[in-house]
């Protein structure tokens, strides 16, 4: 698997932008710490080949009101958008020229909590729909590959407040996932940023 660092070199049926340092550290800190003790945070579980499990994480959804989210026979109700989350949504959209109108939140707890292969190809998100993780706290691997070209899968390193977008035809065409690891870490909180239509 190989090592991706910006900028990405241009990949097959992808618009990946990674942006290291979009917060700065003490703004990070600070949100993380708000995040970690004002979020409403659930375990919901999830459906994976036809069994039940409790999601290797904790979620919550923030959102415009009628913009409901669903995955993995999971349906989430959106919070509505704090001041803080609003100017966050704000500084992404800025970024990458499109327009979200929800937030999943994800919390990692520690490197045993993780999310498995998948794509951001939800029907309710449309046609290519872009996707915004911005990343807090501790740093994880995030791996790529493509569902049919074996060669291309590669893996990012995601920083403390750093933003990675996925945009164009991705979602189609690549998985993603965050693995676990057996190196003792401290939390992520992962403020993915989408557009339910």
Request: positive net charge; proline residues 8%; glycine residues 6%.
């Amino acid at each position: 698997m190989t090592i991706l660092k910006a900028p990405f070199p241009d990949l097959p049926d992808a618009h990946l932008r990674y942006l290291p340092g979009f917060l700065k550290p003490r703004e990070t800190q600070v949100l993380m710490d708000r995040l970690e003790q004002e979020v409403p945070w659930q375990q919901d579980p999830i459906r994976v080949f036809g069994k039940t499990y409790p999601q290797p994480r904790l979620t919550a959804l923030y959102g415009e009101a009628g913009s409901s989210y669903g995955y993995s026979g999971i349906r989430m109700q959106p919070l509505p958008f704090t001041p803080a989350l609003s100017e966050l949504k704000d500084m992404v959209e800025a970024e990458a020229g499109c327009t979200f109108n929800i937030c999943l939140l994800n919390l990692y707890r520690d490197g045993q909590d993780s999310n498995g292969w998948h794509a951001d190809n939800e029907k309710e998100l449309g046609t290519n729909p872009a996707i915004a993780s911005l990343s807090l706290g501790a740093s994880r691997w995030f791996h790529l590959k493509h569902r049919r070209e074996a060669a291309h899968r590669y893996k990012v390193l995601l920083e403390n407040g750093s933003l990675l977008l996925m945009q164009g035809a991705m979602q189609h065409h690549w998985l993603h996932q965050l693995p676990k690891t057996q190196k003792p870490l401290e939390a992520r909180i992962n403020l993915t940023f989408r557009k339910v239509v």
